[in-house]
């Protein structure tokens, strides 16, 4: 179970996220939405520890996040697995490399500064390919890929972590409508044949109706709507994108 408990930060006189409280069940798979800017990169960066909090609590399974340091958050940034916008790959090494990169806070760091994976690593990689359909571009450089392949490849990277938690952050903002519905299939079906719980920011209604069956809605930096999608109404939609997008 994640807890998060009167949650902010603060930039200088800017409040990005104002006493967030809201808990996520193992196994949910739940839509974080919002205008730009609105505070949803901010959440999911916090709860992943990429951001310090100004203050507030989060807690995993009963274990105090927010006050994790050295080894232990590196093992918390393994455990919750982050997928960014804009892939966050390393252009110049191969597809597998990108995806080993994942397993690095499991090897003593002489490997991982070497990039001696271990055989069993390199299996465990190229079967999360295999699961996202990209095994054959492998051995290619990740630059020679289309955008939709690259995020697959960032969603294996994650795999490989053996993660108990995913945060996608605008995982399909970059991508045409049809990488679009491969991306969300694949974290649905991760979400639903591995039990993994996943929190995934989007900007587009329409996806969250499709693909979460529980939405929070966030509003200068506030949590404005926590329910079920088919309790999202047309007054708070419009109290969340400032305009019916119903």
């Given at each position: 179970?994640?807890?998060?408990?009167?949650?902010?930060?603060?930039?200088?006189?800017?409040?990005?996220l104002?006493?967030?409280?809201?808990?996520?069940?193992?196994?949910?798979?739940?839509?974080?939405?919002?205008?730009?800017?609105?505070?949803?990169?901010?959440?999911?960066?916090?709860?992943?520890?990429?951001?310090?909090?100004s203050?507030?609590?989060?807690?995993?399974?009963?274990?105090?996040?927010?006050?994790?340091?050295g080894?232990?958050?590196?093992?918390?940034?393994?455990?919750?697995?982050?997928i960014?916008?804009?892939?966050?790959?390393?252009?110049?090494?191969?597809?597998?490399?990108?995806?080993?990169?994942g397993?690095?806070?499991?090897?003593?760091?002489?490997?991982?500064?070497?990039?001696?994976?271990?055989?069993?690593?390199?299996?465990?990689?190229?079967?999360?390919?295999?699961?996202?359909?990209?095994?054959?571009?492998?051995?290619?450089?990740?630059?020679?890929?289309?955008?939709?392949?690259?995020?697959?490849?960032?969603?294996?990277?994650?795999?490989?972590?053996?993660?108990?938690?995913?945060?996608?952050?605008?995982?399909?903002?970059?991508?045409?409508?049809?990488?679009?519905?491969?991306?969300?299939?694949?974290?649905?079906?991760?979400?639903?044949?591995?039990?993994?719980?996943?929190?995934?920011?989007?900007?587009?209604?329409?996806?969250?109706?499709?693909?979460?069956?529980?939405?929070?809605?966030?509003?200068?930096?506030?949590?404005?709507?926590?329910?079920?999608?088919?309790?999202?109404?047309?007054?708070?939609?419009?109290?969340?994108?400032?305009?019916?997008?119903?």
């Amino acid at each position: 179970m994640l807890e998060i408990t009167a949650l902010s930060r603060t930039y200088g006189n800017v409040r990005a996220l104002e006493a967030v409280s809201l808990s996520v069940a193992p196994g949910e798979f739940v839509g974080v939405i919002g205008r730009s800017g609105a505070g949803k990169s901010t959440l999911l960066r916090l709860i992943n520890r990429l951001v310090e909090p100004s203050s507030g609590e989060i807690s995993f399974n009963g274990e105090t996040v927010s006050a994790l340091s050295g080894r232990e958050l590196r093992d918390w940034r393994r455990r919750c697995a982050m997928i960014f916008q804009q892939f966050n790959l390393i252009d110049r090494l191969s597809v597998l490399d990108n995806v080993l990169v994942g397993r690095v806070a499991m090897l003593p760091r002489w490997r991982s500064w070497t990039m001696a994976w271990p055989v069993a690593d390199r299996v465990v990689a190229i079967e999360a390919l295999e699961r996202l359909g990209i095994s054959e571009h492998a051995l290619k450089r990740a630059d020679q890929l289309s955008g939709g392949q690259q995020q697959r490849v960032a969603i294996a990277r994650a795999l490989v972590q053996e993660p108990q938690l995913i945060l996608a952050d605008e995982p399909v903002a970059s991508l045409d409508p049809h990488s679009t519905r491969t991306v969300m299939d694949s974290l649905a079906r991760i979400n639903r044949e591995d039990g993994l719980t996943v929190l995934c920011n989007l900007h587009h209604l329409d996806l969250a109706r499709e693909y979460c069956r529980r939405v929070i809605g966030v509003a200068a930096g506030r949590v404005v709507f926590d329910g079920p999608i088919e309790a999202l109404d047309a007054a708070t939609i419009r109290m969340i994108y400032g305009e019916d997008e119903a």
